[in-house]
């Protein structure tokens, strides 16, 4: 299978836990979208959800295949939540945010009972940090929070460059929460617990894409099928 038939084997195999009647999250990316796909396909058959959706790119998806939406001012609890990420790593700690909706994504996430993540093979990793990790920040006092992220990164393990994520435009990327967003190239992260807690702790980040005991369970589409990996 290539890349995206890899995508779309996890997609349909995640689709086999959603019941009528759930309340979902669902996610942003290319992964997700086909998760979203096939929601929809359902519910034209006759399944019966309601849907959050994680970003304005989804909620476009999500009207267009018909899946009726709700809010979590409207809905604070969900039953499960859908998503892709950029980096599977032991433990399923995940690095989300290459899209740029690591925030909504991950205040939807924990509004769920249950998480699982897909993605193709190349999104498991050995260790976390090859794929640079995004960190949302307040454009006002940029000047001041890199250093301060700099400096936070480096009390845990040895920092990287930091690059301010440009769009095709040239200029910033903004969020869909009206942020920037800081790209972290740290090449390994040996301990992603104590480096969320640290950047968690810089005033102006107003979330990064490590994603720490969110999900319980991923699964990865490769080559020969799909893997389902459970968290202990």
Known sequence: MDIEAQKRAA?????????????????????????????????????????????????????????????????????????????????????????????????????SARMIVIADQSKSVGALGHFPLPIEVSSFGLGATTPAIDKAIGAVQRPGPLTLRRGKDGHAFVTDGGHWILDAALGRIDDPAALAHALSGVPGVMEHGLFIGLAQMAIIGGPDGVKIVEGT
């Not at 979902?24 to 359902?42: D, N, P, Q, V, W």
């Not at 039953?79 to 925030?103: S, Y």
């Open 11 to 111: 997609a349909v195999c995640a689709v086999e836990f959603v019941r009528s009647g759930m309340r979902l999250g669902l996610g942003t990316g290319s992964t997700a979208k086909h998760f979203a796909e096939l929601i929809g396909e359902r519910v034209r058959s006759g399944l019966d959800i309601v849907a959050v959706p994680t970003s304005e790119t989804t909620l476009a998806d999500a009207k267009r295949c018909g899946i009726p939406l709700t809010t979590l001012d409207e809905t604070p609890e969900l039953d499960l939540t859908v998503d892709g990420a950029d980096e599977i790593g032991p433990g399923l700690c995940l690095i989300k945010g290459g899209g740029g909706a690591l925030l909504r994504e991950k205040i939807v996430a924990a509004a």
